[in-house]
């Protein structure tokens, strides 16, 4: 369970919240809410990556100092060197992160031959799933993302439901497509700011 308390966050003058509360308990969870709402912004708070903002963000009750280390997030909004290969990515992640490298979920995702891709050459697919297999490879309790289904073709999109539908952590996301999330069982929640 994510708990937010008294989240209060802005870009320079513009208030993206404002003493916002509010628990996501569902095992798999789909943010709703129109664009420009803060749906990717709460995703980098809730992950570790934006310290910029007052408030606090709990894991089942406990506050943790880095929350990096229990929320891996896949989103546009993390920036991968573009000089850098994916294989350097993924390498760089399971050496900091002391995880293994998914190799069947490389596979199933038709990403072998573009490990060896300069992040720069990745098409807008490739680059989604270079993202979410950054993130997933992790296996930490907090899984959150940003768009999953974005620029994904349906193989790729059925092997993410098919890997979500036996994860054993919490997963929230945000998709403008939903259903298939719904229909292995995520939940919607709307982004309510009050």
């Known amino acids: 369970m994510i708990e937010v308390t008294n989240l ?3 870009f320079g003058k513009k208030c993206i919240f404002e003493n916002y509360n509010s628990t996501y308990s569902s095992k798999r969870l789909c943010i709703e809410g ?3 709402l803060g749906k990717t912004t709460l995703f ?8 910029f903002y007052s408030g606090h963000i709990t894991l089942n009750g406990q506050q ?8 891996a997030l ?7 060197p ?9 390498t760089m992640t399971t050496s900091s992160w002391q995880c293994e490298l998914p190799q069947t979920l490389i ?3 038709c990403f072998d031959t573009f490990l060896h891709t300069r992040v720069e050459d990745l098409s807008s697919g490739n680059l989604k799933k270079l993202q979410l297999i950054n993130a997933m490879m992790r296996n930490i309790p907090y899984l959150i993302l940003d768009e999953p289904s974005a620029a994904l073709d349906k193989r790729g999109l059925d092997v993410v439901l ?3 539908s036996v994860y054993s952590g919490q997963v929230l996301i945000s998709s403008h497509e939903p259903q298939p999330f719904f229909d292995i069982g995520f939940v919607s929640q709307s982004l309510k700011k009050v």
């Not at 980098?44 to 310290?51: F, K, N, Q, V």
């Not at 943790?64 to 929320?71: K, P, S, T």
């Not at 573009?82 to 993924?90: C, D, P, R, T």
Request: charged fraction near 20%.
């Open 162 to 164: 098919e890997w979500l």
């Open 8 to 10: 209060t966050k802005y």
């Open 82 to 90: 573009e000089f850098l290969s994916a294989q350097q990515i993924l």
């Open 34 to 36: 129109k664009n420009g």
């Open 44 to 51: 980098t708070i809730l992950a570790g990556l934006d310290s």
């Open 64 to 71: 943790h100092a880095e929350l990096q280390n229990y929320v």
């Open 74 to 80: 896949a989103s546009d909004k993390i920036i991968f």
């Open 107 to 109: 596979t199933d995702l």
